[in-house]
């Protein structure tokens, strides 16, 4: 993420008064600071902000105390232009995601502020979703890097068989669909294969136009594919832990996560010959990020 769009907002502030400049101020650092953790990617935003208030004594006091505190600062109602409100909605959500995670905790936090910034719900809702699914969409390019073809089909048969894990694909879930068919070009005979062990596709009609094509599609191949049946992969730690993070996120995305969909990952983790103390660690993690933690 770029750091370009909170210096335009920043000079998008000079037009107003210094009770702006503050919120706006606290918004960002309250943003950096609401998941618990300032991460390297967050301190160029913060670096800015600090330098761009050395002339503003208030606002760079108010600052440091946030940092201090490390929580949010409690945000007043404001007044500014619709188009301005989302510019620096916009903004908040490049900080969130320039770790490349958007936890739960500055998700309901940028909420409270689209709200206080008089921004519609609906509007506050499609922006976070934009900023999920491009974070989405970058953490799937990465993990592509460097598989090679036997690598790429055997993650497409894993993230089909997580998807189908508890026997139900929720809206959410059926995002990850188009990732199948970047990972290799026997799309269509993989959906053929879990079809022949699982009966979930109802909710499929629900989610796309062309459900009646994808499962007829699913229905007319007769091949099997278990996890018995898959090799192991010699990839590096790193590799393997990108494969388990994404995985998760995948089984955790519709706010449930049970035992049957754990002992899957575990399993897939075996093949993976990927720590299971450090699997148990990345489960809690990603539940903590995606606020199945308290």
Not at 35 to 63: C, H, M, V
């Amino acid at each position: 993420m770029s750091k370009k769009r909170i210096e335009k907002v920043i000079e998008l502030l000079q037009e107003y008064d210094t009770d702006i400049e503050l919120w706006v101020a606290k918004f960002f650092t309250g943003v950096i600071v609401a998941d618990g953790i300032i991460d390297p990617a967050e301190q160029s935003y913060l670096e800015t902000l600090l330098t761009s208030t050395l002339d503003k004594p208030e606002i760079n006091r108010s600052i440091r105390k946030i940092l201090e505190e490390k929580k949010p600062a409690k945000l007043d109602t404001i007044q500014v232009t619709p188009e301005t409100a989302k510019k620096i909605f916009k903004c908040a959500l490049d900080i969130c995601c320039c770790d490349e995670e958007l936890h739960y905790t500055e998700i309901r936090f940028v909420k409270e502020a689209g709200e206080v910034l008089g921004i519609l719900p609906i509007e506050v809702h499609v922006m976070i979703d934009h900023s999920i699914l491009a974070l989405k969409a970058t953490s799937f390019e990465e993990l592509l890097k460097n598989l090679n073809e036997q690598e790429r089909y055997w993650l497409a048969v894993v993230i089909l068989k997580v998807i189908f894990a508890d026997q139900k694909v929720s809206n959410k879930e059926f995002l990850y669909f188009s990732d199948i068919y970047d990972l290799t070009e026997d799309a269509d005979s993989l959906f053929n294969e879990m079809q022949k062990e699982f009966s979930c596709f109802s909710d499929v009609y629900e989610l796309t136009e062309d459900a009646d094509e994808l499962v007829n599609t699913m229905q007319e191949n007769s091949m099997q594919v278990t996890l018995e049946n898959l090799p192991k992969m010699n990839l590096d730690s790193k590799r393997s832990h990108q494969i388990l993070k994404y995985l998760l996120t995948l089984t955790m995305v519709d706010k449930d996560f049970d035992e049957q969909e754990f002992g899957l990952i575990q399993d897939i983790a075996g093949l993976l010959e990927y720590d299971q103390n450090k699997l148990k660690e990345l489960v809690e993690s990603t539940k903590k990020a995606l606020g199945l933690l308290s």
